[in-house]
């Protein structure tokens, strides 16, 4: 089955994104399928940039690419799921979070406040469309539910290297690496720090804003 996997790029920034994108192409090949991944670069701002980028992926058409029949499209992220398909699945990575849990009316300019309205809009009536949806988790099952009532089975991903995962003793630390921002919520780690009944610490790591 030949499938492609519609993504965005973000030019110097990596993470969990591109790992998950990555390891579903790899375990898809690894099943005897044919799988690219097809990326357009995103940027954060300004918002007419991004209302551009809805546009130019809603007039994507993934059924077939210089005559090759494209069998199958997993769609994982914003704008990238507004691609045109006729056998297209859904495994929601995340929206847009700046115009859903992410956003403060308060603090919001006229711009963010009408690029809120479109997304919530084109998601609510694009990823309907889609008779399979999946997440990654139950949260973003659940923001799915709160924000565009609609409905997805969660399906957790393997761990990024999951082959040299082993089971032994534990270590007396809990290890805590990813990027400082408020929305990984190492502070809740710190807080349940007080509760732990072993003489364990916790180690954070990781660069950002926090």
């Not at 992926?57 to 993934?62: A, V």
């Not at 507004?82 to 929206?95: A, E, F, P, T």
């Amino acid at each position: 089955m030949r499938i492609l996997i519609p993504s965005i790029q973000t030019p110097f920034i990596s993470g969990g994104a591109q790992l998950m994108t990555n390891g579903l192409k790899d375990a898809l090949i690894k099943n005897g399928h044919e799988v690219d991944i097809v990326t357009i670069t995103f940027k954060f701002y300004p918002e007419p940039y991004i209302e551009d980028l809805i546009e130019i992926w809603k007039k994507q058409d993934f059924n077939n690419f210089n005559g090759f029949h494209i069998d199958k499209v997993i769609v994982l992220q914003f704008p990238a799921y507004y691609v045109n398909h006729n056998n297209k699945i859904l495994w929601l990575m995340h929206q847009h979070r700046a115009v859903y849990e992410l956003y403060n009316e308060k603090f919001a300019i006229d711009s963010l406040k009408q690029l809120k309205e479109k997304v919530i809009q084109n998601d609510t009536t694009e990823l309907s469309k889609i008779s399979k949806r999946y997440s990654m988790c139950q949260n973003v099952s659940g923001r799915l539910k709160k924000y565009n009532d609609l409905d997805s089975i969660p399906v957790y991903h393997p761990p990024f290297g999951e082959e040299n995962f082993y089971c032994e003793e534990s270590y007396d630390y809990i290890f805590c690496p990813s990027r400082l921002e408020t929305l990984k919520r190492q502070d809740l780690l710190i807080k349940a720090m007080q509760y732990t009944k072993s003489p364990i610490v916790a180690i954070i790591a990781g660069t950002g804003g926090q």
